[in-house]
């Protein structure tokens, strides 16, 4: 993850609880907190994801290591990585009925501050609307001029 290039993505964020999707069963918030990270209702009153992302916080110093390691955990659980950009990765995982449901993984930080190793980063969470495996409507072909 490039943590100088850190973009903010509050318009991604959908709903509460994103990360429980990505459970088998539903699981407490605290449940969902990998080591090195802190449960971050608030999100840390950033972008106006409270209350409507799942978030994480630690370091900066150690955010890209704990970020792959949401990355491996999503990945036991039949989220596969499918795309994203620096500090954004966006999963998907096959329903039984057909289609894909989409989560991703924003990191972010509040750069009003001082970004150093100590200063304090987050991780989001939040499902992508929809079936994101639902093929798009194919592209119109102009018709050959004579």
Do not use: H, K
């Amino acid at each position: 993850m490039n943590i100088p290039g850190l973009i903010a993505a509050a318009a991604l964020f959908a709903a509460p609880a994103a990360l429980a999707a990505a459970q088998e069963t539903p699981a407490a918030p605290e449940q969902l907190v990998l080591p090195g990270a802190t449960l971050a209702p608030d999100c840390g009153n950033l972008y106006g994801l409270a209350g409507r992302a799942f978030c994480v916080s630690a370091p900066l110093a150690g955010i890209g290591a704990l970020a792959d390691a949401y990355v491996a955990d999503l990945q036991t659980r039949g989220w596969i990585p499918a795309g994203g950009e620096d500090n954004r990765v966006v999963f998907v995982r096959r329903r039984d009925g057909g289609g894909c449901d989409g989560l991703q993984m924003q990191a972010f930080y509040d750069t009003s501050r001082p970004a150093g190793p100590e200063a304090i980063g987050y991780l989001g969470f939040g499902p992508i609307p929809g079936d994101v495996c639902a093929g798009q409507p194919p592209a119109e072909t102009p018709a050959p001029q004579p």
